[in-house]
C-alpha cells in the first residue's frame, strides 16, 4: 500500500495552537500516521492563518527544518487564503466568539473541520455548519479534550459496563489563573466569560457520559476583577443543569469556573469533579493524582509545583527520544486518523460509508452537540441579561413557548432563543 497525504491548515496560532496543534503537526514530521487500512499518511502543515502573521513567522525561527515551508496568510481573508493552499483540512483555534465565520468558509470550501470549543454560541449557527457538512460530505467535529484524559475515560467505562448505575447530581470545577485573561488572552476576554471558555468542557463530559435530556439552565457570577464591576466581562460563573433521564428521575450539576485564580496557585489549574450515583461516588481532582516538585527560583511560577502531565507534557524517552505527548495531543491525532479512514480507507465507492461511521462518533461531531451548545447558548442569555441589571433568568429546554426558552422573573413573556426542537 502506498503513502497518502493530507495537508492541514492552522486558524489561529495562539496559545492552543503551542500546546496541541504545534507538537501534534511536529510529531508528524518524525512518524506519520499509520494504519492497516490507510497506509502511510504523511501529515503536513501547510498554511497557518492569523491577523497579522506575527506569531506565525516567530513560529517560522524556532520550527523543524521540515516544517519551515508553510504559508502563512492574514489579514480579513485570512482563511480564504488557507483554503487556497490546497488543504485538505482546517483547524480553528480562534476566540469561540469568531469560530463560526472561520468554520462556516472552511465546510463551504468542502475541506474537514476540526474547531476548538465550544464549536459555536449558539444553535442557529450549529445547524448551518451542520447542514453545511452534510452538504459536501466533509466531517465537522469540535475539540473536546477532556473526553480522553484517562480518568474520564474511566468513568465512562465504568457509567457505559453499568458499574455506577443512575447518575444523582454531580459538582465539577475547573480555576485559571489570572494570567489567562491578564496577559495570555487579554485582548479577547471583553464581554466574554470563563463559563463559555471551559464550562463546556464538563457539559459535554455529562451530556456524554451519562446522556438524558436537558431541561434547565441557571447561572450566576462575579465581575469586577477582569473588568468593571457592572460591565459585561466575568470573573468567574456559577451554572447549574438539569436533566432527565428516561425513567423519569432528575439529576442536577453544578460548574464553576474562574480565570482569576493567583498566578502563584501551585497548578497550573484547578480541576475537581464528583459525580453521585444510586450505588457509588466517583470523586477526581486534576492536582491530587499528579506529583508535586519544587524547584528553587523556578516554581511556581516558572515551572508549576503541581504538574498535569496526563493533558500534555514534554518528556525524554526510556529509548532517548524527545516527545510531547499528553490527551490534549491524542484528540488531534484522533481527528487526523479520522479524515484519514475517510479519504484513504478503502475504495472511493465506499467513501460515503465511511463518512458516516465517522461521522456517528458523538464525542466529537457536530451534529451530536446539540445539547452542549444548548447550554453555552442559555448561559451566554441568562449572563447578558445579568450584566444590564436583570439577574435570575431561567433557560428552559422544549417547552411549549419553543426549544430554548428564557424566563424572566417579573416578565409575563418569554424570550425564544431558540424556536425549534433542540
Not at 502573521?53 to 485570512?78: I, L, Q, V
Not at 457505559?160 to 489567562?180: A, F, R
Not at 461516588?281 to 515551572?303: A, D, I, M, Q, Y
Not at 441589571?389 to 416578565?411: E, I, K, W
Request: proline letters at 5%; glycine letters at 10%.
Amino acid at each position: 500500500m502506498g503513502e497518502n497525504r493530507l495537508r492541514g491548515g492552522m486558524v489561529g496560532v495562539g496559545m492552543i495552537f503551542d500546546e496541541t496543534y504545534r507538537p501534534f503537526f511536529e510529531a508528524c514530521v518524525q512518524r506519520p500516521l499509520y494504519d492497516r487500512h490507510t497506509g502511510v499518511v504523511n501529515v503536513e502543515l501547510a498554511a497557518i492563518a492569523s491577523r497579522t502573521g506575527k506569531r506565525a513567522e516567530a513560529y517560522r525561527g524556532s520550527a523543524p527544518d521540515a516544517m519551515k515551508g508553510f504559508a502563512s496568510t492574514t489579514g480579513a481573508d485570512c482563511v480564504q487564503g488557507l483554503l487556497d493552499q490546497g488543504v485538505d483540512f482546517a483547524c480553528v483555534a480562534t476566540p469561540d466568539d469568531r469560530h463560526f465565520d472561520a468554520a462556516k468558509t472552511v465546510l463551504q470550501a468542502k475541506r474537514h473541520l476540526i474547531v476548538e470549543k465550544p464549536s459555536v454560541l449558539d444553535l442557529d449557527q450549529l445547524d448551518e455548519l451542520a447542514q453545511l457538512a452534510k452538504e459536501n460530505n466533509v466531517l465537522a467535529k469540535v475539540v473536546y479534550h477532556k473526553l480522553l484524559d484517562p480518568d474520564h475515560k474511566k468513568l465512562r467505562t465504568l457509567v457505559h459496563d453499568d458499574v455506577l448505575q443512575h447518575v444523582n447530581n454531580g459538582y465539577c470545577t475547573l480555576l485559571e489563573p489570572k494570567s489567562i485573561s491578564g496577559s495570555q488572552f487579554a485582548e479577547w476576554i471583553k464581554g466574554r466569560n470563563p463559563g463559555t471558555y471551559v464550562a463546556v468542557h464538563y457539559i459535554k463530559l455529562i451530556d456524554y457520559t451519562f446522556g438524558g435530556r436537558l431541561k434547565t439552565v441557571t447561572a450566576t457570577g462575579q465581575r469586577g476583577l477582569v473588568g468593571e464591576a457592572q460591565g459585561p466581562t466575568w470573573d468567574s460563573v456559577q451554572m447549574r443543569m438539569v436533566y432527565e433521564y428516561d425513567d423519569g428521575r432528575e439529576a442536577a450539576f453544578d460548574i464553576h469556573t474562574s480565570w482569576v485564580t493567583p498566578d502563584n496557585f501551585p497548578g497550573y489549574v484547578e480541576q475537581e469533579v464528583q459525580f453521585r450515583f444510586d450505588n457509588g461516588v466517583w470523586n477526581g481532582h486534576s492536582r491530587k493524582r499528579g506529583v508535586e516538585c519544587t524547584v528553587e527560583g523556578k516554581t511556581p511560577f516558572e515551572l508549576k509545583q503541581s504538574m498535569n502531565n496526563h493533558y500534555n507534557g514534554q518528556f525524554v524517552e526510556p529509548w532517548g527520544e524527545r516527545s510531547q505527548r499528553g490527551y490534549g495531543i491524542e484528540v488531534i491525532e484522533r481527528f487526523a486518523r479520522e479524515v484519514a479512514h475517510v479519504e484513504y480507507g478503502g475504495p472511493e465507492s465506499e467513501r460515503a460509508a465511511r463518512l458516516a461511521e465517522m461521522q456517528s462518533l458523538a464525542y466529537n461531531d457536530l451534529s451530536a452537540d446539540r445539547q452542549v451548545v444548548a447550554a453555552v447558548q442559555a448561559l451566554e442569555a441568562i449572563l447578558a441579561h445579568a450584566a444590564h441589571g436583570r439577574p435570575d433568568a431561567v433557560v428552559r429546554v422544549n417547552t411549549p413557548d419553543g426549544g430554548l426558552v428564557l424566563y424572566h422573573p417579573g416578565q409575563s413573556e418569554p424570550e425564544v432563543l431558540y424556536h425549534p426542537e433542540v
